[in-house]
T-cell receptor
Framework: DQQVKQNSPSLSVQEGRISILNCDYTNSMFDYFLWYKKYPAEGPTFLIS?????DKNEDGRFTVFLNKSAKHLSLHIVPSQPGDSAVYFCAASANTNAGKSTFGDGTTLTVKP | GAGVSQSPRYKVAKRGQDVALRCDPISGHVSLFWYQQALGQGPEFLTYFQNEAQLDKSGLPSDRFFAERPEGSVSTLKIQRTQQEDSAVYLC?????????????FGPGTRLTVL
């Protein structure tokens, strides 16, 4: 049973437009969420996070929204740039199991010039 | 400064062979994590260390998998009697503090292929 799901394996957007990547989770104990970005042959790198006490966190072009009642979060990238083309992973952690992060399977974003 | 490094980057093993994968975390980082990433999937948690203590090994798939971090810095993931299903990228990550709430810094991974 996959507790963190990224239902869109891929997304293609035009440079300058908004990219929206989605993530759903099933475990109500999750209270901290992170997004990681991964280029080929490299490890994931941290992008942005959000605590369950918030519903929005913004960092430059990146904004994460959290809807706890729907157990859904999304990452918005505005404006999208070709260098944003990568695989994006959503990850979730629970205070009761602080050592462990559960990852989704990723969404491959392609930003076309 | 130096990031997380892993060696070897690529490892080919014959089925039944033992392998050892090394992780050098960022200096001073308390937490160290191992993940297994199969093709087309996200990283899957294997085990977690806080300094030298292995606090969670619930993700290790079988007793053929063993991890250690004896001095609270370098860690080794050992897989005994490798099987074809062990083929994956093994990622190591470290974090400055104890909690997974902190961002994890990942190494480039070791790609293990078992023939």
């Amino acid at each position: 049973d996959q507790q963190v799901k990224q239902n869109s394996p891929s997304l293609s957007v035009q440079e300058g437009r908004i990219s929206i990547l989605n993530c759903d989770y099933t475990n109500s104990m999750f209270d901290y969420f992170l997004w990681y970005k991964k280029y080929p042959a490299e490890g994931p790198t941290f992008l942005i996070s959000i605590s369950s006490i918030k519903d929005k966190n913004e960092d430059g072009r990146f904004t994460v929204f959290l809807n706890k009642s729907a157990k859904h979060l999304s990452l918005h990238i505005v404006p999208s740039q070709p260098g944003d083309s990568a695989v994006y992973f959503c990850a979730a952690s629970a205070n009761t199991n602080a050592g462990k992060s559960t990852f989704g399977d990723g969404t491959t974003l392609t930003v076309k010039p | 400064g130096a990031g997380v490094s892993q060696s070897p980057r690529y490892k080919v093993a014959k089925r039944g062979q033992d392998v050892a994968l090394r992780c050098d975390p960022i200096s001073g980082h308390v937490s160290l994590f191992w993940y297994q990433q199969a093709l087309g999937q996200g990283p899957e948690f294997l085990t977690y260390f806080q300094n030298e203590a292995q606090l969670d090994k619930s993700g290790l798939p079988s007793d053929r998998f063993f991890a250690e971090r004896p001095e609270g810095s370098v860690s080794t993931l050992k897989i005994q009697r490798t099987q074809q299903e062990d083929s994956a990228v093994y990622l190591c990550a470290s974090s400055l503090e104890e909690w997974a709430y902190n961002e994890q810094f990942f190494g480039p991974g070791t790609r293990l292929t078992v023939l």
